[in-house]
């Protein structure tokens, strides 16, 4: 075997890696340390057992050593007290061999040198790098625009209706590997006041939040925000159809008012049919006198969660979830009209018309309405 030979097979025979068993201090063995050493090495221990002899002689003879080891198997060789280096050095000249082998083969099969090979397959990942590097420009674009609140099936959506063509796992592989992240809630207490003489209304929505035409069931209700001079609160109507946000008002006090400004808002900018069902909690803005009587003049039906349930609710705690995570906790409201603002923009700038939905296979809820409403 040439110099040149001998030094390209210990070139493949380096890329196996060290051995992580400390090979010089091992004398003798038995099948469980042979087991061991191969489930470290990235070879199943199974293999072991059925080497082949005439690739043990081969792999020997090609690479000028010497086979001192006869006959027999690993196994067999340390079973009878052969020393563990010899079996080993054997063991994985065999590995390189297979490894020469199928080189060889793809190599006869594409009919091209391995040098050539080596030089469209370094072609291949400097091309790749390079798509990952332009492409990661495009996240973090994305990710930016949307104010750091998408992870990566968002992204990939909007990077898609831009007309670039990605996968999911790319996407979320890139941002991974960058330190590119969505940005995460906190948990918020409730703000229903359910401890009322005032009467309260049957579950009829019972979590079907499926909706099929535009202003048949909204869903409404309250949360807080902190500000510099004190606690903002934040009534909110959503229609189920598409999730948009069809109402909301913002006040210091948390009353039936505040409740009453976001309905109002909601009736004015839809002007819904008669037969709406409207679904809140049971809190006391929500079963107030003027409340009800303002449902009933417009010809719709109260529902309201079963108490202490917050599920039958979920569509407005995940938009309240969505909003703090993705704006208000990174934010500091000096006053509330800061807040009141900040607030106003993620609705109606962010959320309603830009913002990706995942329930509405991400589009955004103005959009979605625009596309199947005639």
Known sequence: MSAGSLERFEDLEAQ?????LELDAINTCDIATVNAWAKNSGIAPASCSTLPRQLLVDGAREAGV???????SLPELVHHGERLPQCVDVFRRQMVEEDVQERAFVCRSLQQSPQAIATRDGRIREAVGREDRRLLV???LAHRASGGVYGSPRVQRELRAGGIRCGRKRVARLMREHGIRAKQARRFRATTDSHHGKPVAANLLDRRFEVATPDRVWAADLTYIWTQQGWEYLA?????????????AMSARIDQDLALGALNAALWARKPA???L?????????????YQALLRQHGATCSMSRKGDCWDNAVVESFFKSLKAE???HHRYRTREQARADVGDYIERFYNRKRLHSYLDYV???EYELKNVA
């Open 66 to 72: 010497e086979l001192v080891v006869g006959e027999h």
């Open 138 to 140: 495009e996240i973090e």
């Open 236 to 248: 909110a109507i959503l229609d189920l159809y598409s999730r948009r946000v069809v109402g909301w």
């Open 278 to 290: 409207h679904h809140s909690d049971r809190g006391s803005q929500y079963a107030s006198f003027d």
């Open 327 to 329: 704006r208000v906790k």
């Open 364 to 366: 955004s809820p103005v």
């Open 274 to 276: 008669p037969g709406l």
């Open 16 to 20: 196996w890696g060290e051995l992580e």
